[in-house]
């Protein structure tokens, strides 16, 4: 079946430590995103792609990073400049024109212990 | 920039009762429009879209969105509320020139029964 996988579902961090979630697609989109998702706050975008080796920041790109090295694969780290990562990460991916629209991932939640 | 404004971030309505939730864009150039529903702890998924077709659109679980250009609207219906229909739903919007979703900021349906 095609789709986007997220893992891990949970993920705990120490402060200081870098974490990479992780997203694989096997719809052979284009295009592939990364929501952080807290309460009352609806979806904002920390980084997007559009093609492989590219990538955008979005609204809230600091303190994160991410490599589009494969079309399937896009990883994102969250590095120890991020002050607040306790949240839902959420990775969805279109075929990139629109008006199709995006397939989002389950996924995975972050908690800063 | 484009931009989606959802009235009411917690909707409750009885089961059986006519659900209305509120979406607003605006945008400089005719949008696509699309609902997307989440469940506790997963990812979300497309209830339906709107792309210049027909302006009144169907979705799954009978649920249905009507474009009005004039009152720049985009509200999700569904005539008859399922307890089942509890969750959080997000308004979105793409122009016609770029490959981003921009969110609303999501209304939580509760279903009494």
């Known amino acids: 079946d095609g789709g986007i996988t997220q893992s891990p579902k949970y993920l705990f961090r120490k402060e200081g430590q870098n974490v990479t979630l992780s997203c694989e697609q096997n719809?052979?989109?284009?295009?592939m995103y990364w929501y952080r998702q807290d309460p009352g706050q609806g979806l904002r975008l920390i980084y997007y792609?559009?093609?492989?080796?590219?990538?955008q920041k979005g609204d809230i790109a600091e303190g994160y990073s991410v490599s589009r090295e494969k079309k399937e694969s896009f990883p994102l780290t969250v590095t120890s400049a991020q002050k607040n990562p306790t949240a839902f990460y959420l990775c969805?991916?279109?075929?990139?024109?629109?008006?199709?629209?995006?397939?989002f991932g389950q996924g995975t939640r972050l908690t800063v212990v | 920039a484009q931009s989606v404004t959802q009235l009411g971030s917690h909707v409750s309505v009885s089961e059986g009762a006519l659900v209305l939730l509120r979406c607003n864009y605006s945008?400089?150039?005719?949008?696509?429009l699309f609902w997307y529903v989440q469940y506790p702890n997963q990812g979300l998924q497309l209830l339906l879209k709107?792309?210049?077709?027909?302006?009144l659109v169907k979705g799954i679980n009978d649920f249905e969105a009507e474009f009005k250009k004039s009152e720049t609207s985009f509200h999700l219906t569904k005539p008859s509320a399922h307890m089942s229909d509890a969750a959080e739903y997000f308004c979105?919007?793409?122009?016609?020139?770029?490959?981003?979703?921009?969110f609303g900021g999501g209304t939580r349906l509760m279903v009494k029964p």
């Open positions: 792609s559009q093609i492989v080796n590219d990538f």
């Open positions: 709107y792309t210049s077709a027909a302006t």
């Open positions: 969805a991916s279109s075929r990139g024109q629109a008006p199709t629209e995006a397939f």
């Open positions: 979105a919007v793409k122009d016609n020139a770029g490959n981003m979703l921009t």
């Open positions: 719809l052979n989109h284009d295009a």
């Open positions: 945008s400089s150039v005719p949008p696509y």
